[in-house]
């Protein structure tokens, strides 16, 4: 065994060392990306047309399916992320026999990697600039559906047994156990963070400045995913927490859900002029105007934040009911098991 693990040593430090050399790669080769992309205007064939996020041409039917608006750094930070879970799981199973993650937690994972992708790159990431539903629609994606798919590969667990005992007790757990960890990781946060993130990004002059500030765009994705990560966390099974919900409670935490999304969705809907002004005098030559956009896109915040709402609900109903049922089958078998013992064994048991 000491033979097995003295040789597994160099080979973990050595696959450690390529993967941050294909980091420095990889960043190289997006800056150098970036630098080529804003030389020019973009580029592409047929329909197909890409180019940067402030180089985006005004939308025009069926081209505005197809352009994406690729920034090379950010997506460059992306897939090094899925990298990097990749491999810490590849190191936490080494020390193990059994599966620590199955199969389908590793593959939500790596999809919520790729809706990220998708959402912040992707068709309707070019115009979420242009057109308000689009905009709440990445939204909607980044901090309800996509964190919940990360968390279920339990990429936390994963890392603290990758990172070995004596960086655990040394380094880790100080962290995890300090007070003020403890404080900012309490479930009241996440619920605050879940309704303040996208009420101060829209109320707030944040909206309007990112729509013309590459870097204040690409921080407000970054924001919305985290808040959505620090929500979700206590309700997805498989990783580390102080804040262990009863199933009542989390079925409390997940009301929060729906008036949150309720209001945002009346902000938008309700009005009967355009909130930002400089959505309005952006040119369209295709898809819905200012006002009838804003009103699109908060009928999606309303009707979808309450759809989630609910099937959120459903679920931690279920489990709660399949919960209750494997409870009551082992007491049950306990109680079967109790009686056929002998009446001298029980009692010399007590």
Known sequence: MATMKATALPSILSADR???????GGLAAAIAATIALRAGDGGGAGWIWVCTWAE??????????????????PIFLI????????????RAQASHTRQIVSGRRVAACLGGFALVLFTVFGPIASYDGTFLTLHMVQHFILITIAPPLILLGAPMTLWLIASGK???????????????????????????????????????????????????????????????????????????????LSYPVRLLYLL???????????????????????????????????????????????????????????IVSWQWASHEERLGRRLDAADTSNEWRPVAYRERGR
């Open 256 to 314: 929060a859900l729906v008036p949150i999304h309720a209001f945002l969705g009346l902000i938008f809907h309700e009005p009967d002029n355009v909130i930002y002004e400089q959505l309005a005098v952006i040119p369209r030559a295709w898809g819905p105007g200012p006002l009838l956009d804003q009103q699109i896109a908060g009928a999606i915040m309303f009707i979808a934040g309450e759809a989630l709402g609910l099937i959120a609900l459903l």
């Open 166 to 244: 004596e960086r655990r007790r040394r380094v880790i757990y100080p962290v995890l156990h300090a007070p003020a960890f403890r404080a900012f990781t309490h479930p009241l946060v996440g619920v605050f963070l879940f309704a303040a993130v996208p009420l101060l990004w829209y109320v707030t002059p944040a909206f309007e400045e990112s729509l013309g500030n590459v870097t204040l765009h690409f921080v407000g994705y970054a924001i919305f995913l985290f808040a959505g990560l620090h929500y979700w966390w206590p309700i997805i099974g498989g990783n580390p927490t102080r804040w262990n």
């Open 56 to 73: 985006v041409p005004p939308p025009e039917f069926p081209q505005a399916l197809f352009t994406f608006a690729i920034e090379p750094i």
């Open 18 to 24: 390529g993967l941050f050399l294909i980091s420095l």
């Open 79 to 90: 897939g090094l992320a899925a990298l990097w879970y990749l491999r810490t799981r590849q």
